[in-house]
């Protein structure tokens, strides 16, 4: 079945950066635009930006514009994220989730989620 | 970027009635819309895409309506495992955005 695993808890030092992995499996890894959503405890859902696995290309939310950066591996069908000069605030559950833009812009499905603490 | 608002913040229900979701896009949004279910301590569910389709194995009691800027979703008849928090989200726009959410829980 179409599946994402995500890599496990992290916890940081405030400044450091942080990154997450997202591994495919149950379907051609290059097909699906991979998106990466946060969530703090007892918040909301907030988009952080998108990557399309076959080019590269990326698009993120202007609030991560240069702190975040999304790559990937085909050859191990994994999507990363890594985020930079971590502050307090980044304290979150971290999800990947795959979407199409043109024909499936919805997202699914999700990984499991990665917590990310950031504490001195 | 689109803002959008959901209400009420929390809907307490008895098990077996009705709940009744709203959804508002700070402008038009078409029927770009998904409904999204979160338990805790899990990951969120895709329950509704293109504001009325169900997804896959979503269950018959979840409908979705509505479409521009104001959109609903209904559980006709709660079961226990309905009570969990529900997003609603846009894909119309860049960047995509969120409901703050609306938690169901036990009345």
């Known amino acids: 079945q179409v599946q994402l695993v995500q890599s496990g808890a992290e916890v940081k030092k405030p400044g450091a950066s942080v990154k997450v992995s997202c591994k495919a499996s149950?379907?051609?890894?290059?097909?699906?635009?991979i998106n990466w959503v946060r969530q703090a405890t007892g918040q909301g859902l907030e988009w952080m930006g998108w990557m399309n696995p076959n080019s590269g290309n990326t698009g993120y939310a202007q609030k991560f514009q240069g702190r975040v950066t999304m790559t990937r591996n085909t050859s191990i069908s994994t999507a990363y994220m890594e985020l930079s000069s971590l502050r307090s605030e980044d304290t979150a559950v971290y999800y990947c989730?795959?979407?199409?833009?043109?024909?499936?812009?919805?997202?699914?499905?999700w990984g499991q989620g990665t917590l990310v603490t950031v504490s001195s | 970027e689109i803002v959008m608002t959901q209400s009420p913040a929390t809907l307490s229900v008895s098990p077996g009635e009705r709940a009744t979701l709203s959804c508002r896009a700070s402008?038009?949004?078409?029927?770009?819309l998904a409904w999204y279910q979160q338990k805790p301590g899990q990951a969120p569910r895709l329950l509704i895409y293109?504001?009325?389709t169900r997804a896959t194995g979503i269950p018959a009691r979840f409908s979705g309506s509505g479409s521009g800027t104001e959109f609903t979703l209904t559980i006709s008849s709660l079961q226990s495992e309905d009570f969990a928090v529900y997003y609603c989200q846009q894909y119309n726009n860049w960047p995509r955005t969120f409901g703050p959410g609306t938690k169901v829980d036990i009345k």
């Open positions: 293109g504001a009325s």
């Open positions: 149950g379907y051609t890894f290059t097909s699906y635009d």
């Open positions: 402008q038009s949004v078409s029927s770009n």
């Open positions: 989730a795959s979407s199409s833009y043109y024909d499936r812009p919805w997202f699914d499905p």
